[in-house]
Nanobody, 130 residues
């Protein structure tokens, strides 16, 4: 059974940093694409970043590009999202999600569309406020 568990959220001041973790079980990271999404209060869920561990390719939402780094640790079955220079508008519940990739590389290497993802974590709250 596929399972994803997020952690690392919390309250941070504007300009601060957080590192979110997504620990996965029941599957191998190299066979799946992992995405991070967020849903702010009164907003729709939106893509933040994704990674294809197999191809070692990452993508970022334009609104957050330059402030994010997504990475993986196969030994720990974990994907991380480092977020810097956080702003109040980054306040949201952050989710990680997964979908199984095909046997050959695709373009893009991972998709920034939530409809592609079929396994989701429960989310972790990030609040940016002074």
């Amino acid at each position: 059974q596929l399972q994803l568990v997020e952690s690392g959220g919390g309250l941070v001041q504007p300009g601060g940093s957080l590192r979110l973790s997504c620990v996965v079980s029941g599957f191998t990271l190299t066979n799946y694409a992992i995405g991070w999404f967020r849903q702010g209060p009164g907003k729709e869920r939106e893509a933040v970043s994704c990674i294809s561990v197999r191809e070692d390719i990452t993508y970022y939402a334009y609104s957050m590009k330059g402030r994010l780094t997504i990475s993986s640790d196969n030994a720990k079955n974990a994907v991380y999202l480092q977020m810097n220079s956080l702003r109040p508008e980054d306040t949201a519940v952050y989710f990680c999600a997964a979908y199984r990739m095909g046997p050959t590389a695709t373009e893009p290497a991972c998709y920034m569309f939530q409809s592609e993802y079929d396994s989701w974590g429960q989310g972790t709250q990030v609040t940016v406020s002074s």
